[in-house]
């Protein structure tokens, strides 16, 4: 399969089309931009890391969770395929920890632990600042039916429980992420996007340090180190 017309650029993406109508590559890039794209910068080797970090753990999802995916086939060190899906235009966020955004409009410590999981959704339009919505905003606005907003929640949740157990192993808290859905043409519901340290908040578990995009956010240094870090845990000793 070989790269075709650049269907998309995105902030840390970029899509293109191959012969195969039915199949895209996303090439991962090392840039980085924070607070709806008013800070930007690099953080180099990211591209490579969230490629194969995103890959790792799609298959496991599919393999051990019973998760689609739209994962097909790891190209190169930044370049994978993956099933053509429409983008369900909405960021599926799972919160098992107060942190960010959340800490900010309950007034909460960051680090509370909640009681239970949070679902939340906000529309994907970066003009509007991916505004907070809820399942009235969604199945008004047609962006899902109601069957696929609960396969949605239901796929959510599975890989929240599943993705907690799998970072505690490795002695990471999983705090938050975010996560993005989409139909290929047969109508099948997949998970997409990343899973990796830009899109998701790991803290070590004994030093509660943050191992995730928040050090480039908040300048606290060492953001490649944050990175491997994350890298070496997951594929360190015996994985
Ligand atoms: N997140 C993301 N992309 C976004 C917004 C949020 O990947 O456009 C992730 C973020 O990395 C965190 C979780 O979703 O893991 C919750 O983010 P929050 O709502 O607290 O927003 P933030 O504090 O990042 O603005």
Redesign the pocket.
């Known amino acids: 399969m070989t790269k075709g017309t650049q269907l998309y650029e995105g902030k840390a993406k970029k899509v293109y089309a191959t012969e195969d109508p039915e199949v895209c590559i996303v090439s991962y890039k090392d840039d980085a931009t924070a607070?709806n794209g008013l800070k930007k910068g690099t953080i180099h080797g990211k591209g490579a890391i969230n490629n194969k970090l995103t890959n790792y753990l799609m298959k496991r999802l599919e393999a051990e969770a019973g998760i689609p995916t739209h994962y097909i086939n790891e190209l190169s060190e930044t370049d994978t395929e993956v099933k053509k899906v429409k983008i369900i235009p909405l960021?599926v966020?799972v919160?098992n920890v107060i942190?960010?955004?959340?800490s900010k409009r309950l007034g909460a410590p960051e680090g509370t632990a909640l009681k239970c999981p949070v679902l939340?959704f906000?529309y994907k339009n970066d003009e509007l600042g991916?505004p907070m919505v809820n399942d009235y905003h969604i199945l008004a606005m047609g962006w899902a039916t109601a069957e696929e907003l609960e396969t949605v929640k239901d796929y959510a949740l599975r890989i929240n429980s599943y993705l907690l157990k799998f970072f505690k192993g490795i002695g990471i808290d999983l705090?938050?992420?975010?996560l993005e859905f989409g139909k290929t043409s047969d109508g099948t519901m997949v998970l997409a996007d990343e899973i990796s340290p830009?899109?998701?908040?790991f803290w070590d578990s004994e030093t509660h340090e943050k191992l995730?995009?928040d050090r480039f956010?908040r300048d606290l240094g060492d953001v490649e180190g944050a990175y491997k870090e994350m890298l070496k845990r997951v594929f360190g000793e015996g994985r």
């Open positions: 607070f960021e966020i919160r942190a960010g955004s959340l939340e906000c991916d705090i938050d992420f975010k830009d899109t998701c908040r995730d995009k956010r």
